[in-house]
């Protein structure tokens, strides 16, 4: 036990001695405390065959306020899909909705199901990594949609109610929304927490053309496809954009 003290003792010596000749010879640096940092999942592309199509997903995500206000942040971008299955779609920032910020795009992805490979490209840096992509023409995809029943352990009760049929942009879609009941207690909730998703499914391109998210923990978040173009996109999309390095990093991820 003494030799541990000992060593704690010289260790925070040493440590106090260093950060003195930082601070006499470099500016403070401002550190703080708590703070969140959140991510938004956007809807899911599938990289489903014959099912070629050009969009714009525009995105809006409304976070409440304890005074009764709201917080708004708005993005748009694009997305596109060959007949084979590869998938392009950019990412952009999110924005105050109504301010003077403009988005910029931050990164452009390429997946293909068929060489089963996946650039992200980094606007900025212009680096194009190069990881595996493990998505399959061969595996269909569809809206998770829990059975309505009780969660296991007592945990809440799910709703799934399926809305009928509507026309959206021109194609079938099947509108279902699930809600998910959860008891008091069982994430820290002094009371029970209802949250819902509610989704216009287009099958026959395979993703949800009006898609609501809603959590009183998170908030309202809203995808909805416009600008929906049929047949196969521009080419040039699915190409690395000029200049760009790309950095091979397959063997890694493996």
Request: charged share 15%.
């Amino acid at each position: 036990m003494r030799t541990i003290r000992l060593a704690c003792v010289v260790a925070g010596a040493i440590l106090s001695v260093g950060f003195l000749v930082t601070a006499q010879t470099r500016s403070p640096v401002n550190v703080q405390d708590g703070g969140t940092r959140q991510t938004l999942e956007s809807i899911f592309i599938p990289p489903m065959a014959g099912a070629p199509f050009t969009c714009i997903l525009h995105t809006e995500w409304v976070q409440f306020t304890p005074d009764g206000g709201t917080l708004t942040v708005v993005n748009q971008r694009r997305i596109a899909r060959q007949g084979s299955g590869r998938f392009y779609q950019e990412r952009w920032v999110l924005v105050p909705k109504n301010g003077q910020m403009e988005s910029q795009m931050t990164h452009i992805q390429v997946a293909d199901p068929n060489s089963h490979t996946l650039y992200t490209c980094t606007m900025g840096p212009n680096v194009c990594s190069l990881t595996n992509y493990g998505g399959t023409t061969s595996t269909v995809y569809r809206p998770a949609e829990m059975p309505t029943g009780p969660l296991p352990n007592g945990m809440g009760y799910i709703t799934n109610a399926a809305l009928g049929t509507d026309i959206t942009l021109g194609l079938q879609t099947v509108r279902t929304r699930v809600t998910k009941t959860i008891n008091a207690w069982v994430v820290g909730n002094d009371r029970v927490l209802t949250n819902t998703r509610e989704f216009w499914f287009a099958p026959s391109l395979g993703i949800n053309l009006i898609s609501k998210v809603s959590d009183p923990r998170y908030g309202t978040q809203t995808f909805t496809v416009s600008d929906l173009m049929l047949g196969e996109p521009d080419a040039q999309l699915f190409e690395v954009p000029k200049d760009f390095k790309v950095q091979d990093e397959r063997q890694a991820s493996q």
